[in-house]
T-cell receptor, first 115, second 112 residues
Framework: AQKITQTQPGMFVQEKEAVTLDCTYD???????LFWYKQPSSGEMIFLIY??????QNATEGRYSLNFQKARKSANLVISASQLGDSAMYFC????????????FGTGTSLTVIP | NAGVTQTPKFQVLKTGQSMTLQCAQD?????MYWYRQDPGMGLRLIYY???????DKGEVPNGYNVSRLNKREFSLRLESAAPSQTSVYFC???????????FGPGTRLLVL
């Protein structure tokens, strides 16, 4: 079974609107971490946001928030007030275990922001 | 701060040739990683090193070897390149377990 599933290969959003990128995960560990990365067309991987499995509050970083639903094993990324510069690939990733070194990435979602 | 650096940026090899991809970080991180990224596949872990002197296999280690030369440097070697190893290779490092990984700019490898 896939550890990380991103079911939206491509998404479009109007500039200044909010968009949600879906991510579900599969683990039997109680302690794990969830990450979102942005990969623009230039190719670099940019860290956006992190959620620990024991964190009670949803993580937020500026315009990015993570909608963490533990029982559903979902960790959706919400981008508010989309900007043209948000057009990129977005990857969800999971680290299993508190000190784990195995990271699992999803296949990514391509987001296009329309002016 | 340079962060994580990788050399070369781009390489073309013929089948059967060997090469070493170099990675260095200046953040005093203990853990370092090598990933490959293929279209539609996301990133897949090849090898990692949790600390200086240790290395472990990831999800797709076949055809690769690694060396953690010191705390700063972690190299990836292809002994006999195959077309299936055409990919973009990313090196990453991480400090504490709850931190994110920091990625290098990537190496584009084409094996003919």
């Amino acid at each position: 079974a896939q550890k990380i599933t991103q079911t939206q290969p491509g998404m479009f959003v109007q500039e200044k609107e909010a968009v949600t990128l879906d991510c579900t995960y599969d683990t039997s560990d109680q302690s794990y971490g969830l990450f979102w990365y942005k990969q623009p067309s230039s190719g670099e991987m940019i860290f956006l946001i992190y959620q620990g499995s024991y964190d009670e509050q949803n993580a937020t970083e500026g315009r990015y928030s993570l909608n963490f639903q533990k029982a559903r094993k979902s960790a959706n990324l919400v981008i508010s007030a989309s900007q043209l510069g948000d057009s990129a690939m977005y990857f969800c990733a999971m680290r299993e275990g508190h000190n784990g070194n195995q990271f699992y990435f999803g296949t990514g979602t391509s987001l296009t922001v329309i002016p | 701060n340079a962060g994580v650096t990788q050399t070369p940026k781009f390489q073309v090899l013929k089948t059967g040739q060997s090469m070493t991809l170099q990675c260095a970080q200046d953040m005093n991180h203990n853990s370092m990683y090598w990933y490959r990224q293929d279209p539609g596949m996301g990133l897949r872990l090849i090898y990692y090193s949790a600390s200086e002197g240790t290395t472990d296999k990831g999800e797709v280690p076949n055809g690769y070897n690694v060396s953690r030369l010191n705390k700063r440097e972690f190299s990836l070697r292809l002994e006999s390149a195959a077309p299936s190893q055409t990919s973009v290779y990313f090196c990453a490092s991480r400090g504490t377990p709850w931190e994110t990984q920091y990625f290098g700019p990537g190496t584009r490898l084409l094996v003919l």
